[in-house]
């Protein structure tokens, strides 16, 4: 409120350090997979580094989590994020938090960007984000909540997409997924491993956007459990995970459209 909220184009800055890192397990010595850094976007323009391996803190030796071996790439072009802060910037302005659905399909790799396919069969299939749907909304200073739901899902079948994840801003805190977050998360999630927390915080100098997801399987099993609502403390993950962690399965593509359907 003491600052005036900053331009959204140059505010965003999503980069390799706020985008990168975390969910993916480290290569098994001697049977690596192709390495996860390999590019997926325009080369030279958003080509993320390799990805530093996780901090070694869970899971048996041998025994990596399953679902962290799995998740298929998530493409977000980084355009919808622009246009989502400045359907945001009126409620940011008046420190109200604001949403958004990111909506998308499963796409055959190469499809988008044939001329720079790298290793065409080990990622064959991406899912790719396409439609930012600004929904019906009642936030507060630290919540929001989509209403009407029943437009979502209706607008999302019209045209053939399904839920890949949720943005939201967070006007004056710092960019983390608050207790509240953690179980909307978790719906997304349930239905979809690949599933993807957005948080913009135009006031958080150190991280302005950050791309999250429940651990897995101890983040996400964790809050499926937990049936507490409102803001409550969750305790340590069984499998000491962290409850959440930034993707490592997320890329910001600069090379594909969106569609802005907004219902309100
Ligand atoms: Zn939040
Ligand atoms: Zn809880």
Known sequence: MDAPFPSPLPGIALGPQEVGVASLAPPPPGSAPPPPGAPCCAPGSSAFPPLPPPPATASAPGAP???????????????????????????????????GILAGRLIGGGEESNSS???????????????????????????????????????????????????????????????????????????????????????DVGRRCGIFRLSTPGGLGLVQRCEKRGFHPHSATATGQPLYELCGHVYLNPRVGHEVLDLR
């Open 65 to 99: 989590p399953r679902a962290l071996k799995g998740l298929r790439d998530v493409h977000i072009p980084a355009a919808l994020l622009d246009d989502f802060l400045r359907a945001a910037s009126a409620a940011t302005a008046r420190n109200v938090e604001f949403c």
């Open 117 to 203: 396919s790298s290793s065409s069969n080990s990622h064959s299939r991406t899912f790719s984000i396409c439609t930012l749907i600004i929904p019906k909304q009642e936030g507060t200073s630290d919540t929001v909540a989509a209403l009407a739901e029943e437009e979502i899902f209706e607008a999302q079948d019209r045209r053939g997409l399904f839920p890949l994840g949720w943005v939201h801003t967070h006007p004056s805190q710092s960019c983390f997924l608050s207790s509240v977050d953690v179980h909307t998360q978790s719906g997304y999630q349930t239905m979809l491993d690949e599933a993807v927390a957005v948080v913009c915080a135009p006031r």
